[in-house]
T-cell receptor, first 118, second 111 residues
Framework: GAVVSQHPSRVICKSGTSVKIECRSLDFQATTMFWYRQFPKQSLMLMATSNEGSKATYEQGVEKDKFLINHASLTLSTLTVTSAHPEDSSFYIC??????????????FGSGTRLTVV | RKEVEQDPGPFNVPEGATVAFNCTYSNSASQSFFWYRQDCRKEPKLLMSVYSSGNEDGRFTAQLNRASQYISLLIRDSKLSDSATYLCVVVMNTGFQKLVFGTGTRLLVSP
């Protein structure tokens, strides 16, 4: 259980275009979803926290007008990279907290989207 | 200073070896701790939570020392399939319980 489905898994786009990445929680409701970016040989860096029905909270240094986040329902959050540039090429991954109790909860991740901007 | 620090490795060990990874965190208000495993070009997957009392899951043992702000992972009887990057993850005590990842420690188990 507690699966997050992320699409697309890989995308190549031209510089200046926009790319939308979707994350769906398949068998649970995710009121909060997290979006990360991982460059090669680096750790996952939190970009923003997405909340159902309200504005996303962006981490310092992340441009909210460039990385548009929409969390319109309890099972779907989207990240749109607008006017993509080669430096936006990275591995983007979403995560939601798994339903649970006590100290046994964890976070489940989507399978990631590898974005290449050419 | 990084919020979560790990030795990037790689740790090269033979099958059957015991290997230990360490992780330190800087924020004493951190509330929860996990070890995740990440295979090359894949998403991280939860390996185990880490408790102050220590916990064990098969060949894996995790320990937390809050006073020293230190987390460890011990893998016994290493298998080839254990080759991966092991991520130390700390949950910050913020409204949204933000996860902070270490850069990961790479483990290579050889025959």
């Amino acid at each position: 259980g507690a699966v997050v489905s992320q699409h697309p898994s890989r995308v190549i786009c031209k510089s200046g275009t926009s790319v939308k990445i979707e994350c769906r929680s398949l068998d649970f409701q995710a009121t909060t979803m997290f979006w990360y970016r991982q460059f090669p040989k680096q750790s996952l860096m939190l970009m923003a926290t997405s909340n159902e029905g309200s504005k996303a909270t962006y981490e310092q240094g992340v441009e909210k007008d460039k990385f548009l986040i929409n969390h319109a329902s309890l099972t779907l959050s989207t990240l749109t990279v607008t006017s993509a540039h080669p430096e936006d090429s990275s591995f983007y991954i979403c995560s939601a907290r798994m339903p649970g109790r006590g100290q046994t909860y964890g976070y489940t991740f989507g399978s990631g989207t590898r974005l290449t901007v050419v | 200073r990084k919020e979560v620090e790990q030795d990037p490795g790689p740790f090269n060990v033979p099958e059957g070896a015991t290997v230990a990874f360490n992780c330190t965190y800087s924020n004493s208000a951190s509330q929860s701790f996990f070890w995740y495993r990440q295979d090359c070009r894949k998403e991280p997957k939860l390996l185990m939570s880490v408790y102050s009392s220590g916990n064990e899951d098969g060949r894996f043992t995790a320990q937390l020392n809050r006073a020293s702000q230190y987390i460890s992972l011990l893998i016994r009887d290493s298998k080839l399939s254990d080759s991966a990057t092991y991520l130390c993850v700390v949950v910050m005590n913020t409204g949204f319980q933000k996860l902070v990842f270490g850069t990961g420690t790479r483990l290579l188990v050889s025959p």
